[in-house]
C-alpha cells in the first residue's frame, strides 16, 4: 500500500501520454520497497528529485534521484 504523507507543489508538468501532471516533491509511505511508484506512477502526480519514501517493514529511507530511480539512503550510490 502506497501512502502521500506530504507534498509540495512545483508546477505542472507533462507524463507519459503528454498528459498534464502536477509535478510535487513528495514524502511517502509504502509496506515494502517493491512498492516504490516510478516517477509516474501515482496518478496525477509526477514525482520531483528529492522526493522521499519510508519503507515501514524495513525501516529503510528512499530518495527519488533525478534519473528517476529510488536509492536507499544508507547506501552508497
Known amino acids: 500500500m502506497l501512502t502521500i504523507r506530504k507534498e509540495k507543489y512545483i508546477g505542472f508538468a507533462n507524463?507519459?501520454?503528454?498528459?498534464?501532471?502536477?509535478?510535487?516533491?513528495a514524502e511517502?509511505?509504502?509496506?515494502?520497497?517493491?512498492?516504490?511508484?516510478?516517477?509516474?506512477?501515482?496518478?496525477?502526480?509526477l514525482l520531483h528529485q528529492g522526493s522521499i519514501a519510508y519503507v515501514i517493514k524495513s525501516g529503510e529511507f528512499y530518495v527519488l534521484a533525478g534519473d528517476g530511480k529510488w536509492y536507499n539512503s544508507g547506501a552508497e550510490i
Do not use: F, N
Not at 28 to 45: F, H
Open 28 to 45: 511517502i509511505d509504502v509496506d515494502t520497497s517493491d512498492e516504490l511508484p516510478a516517477v509516474d506512477g501515482i496518478r496525477g502526480r
Open 15 to 25: 507524463g507519459s501520454g503528454q498528459k498534464e501532471l502536477s509535478e510535487v516533491i
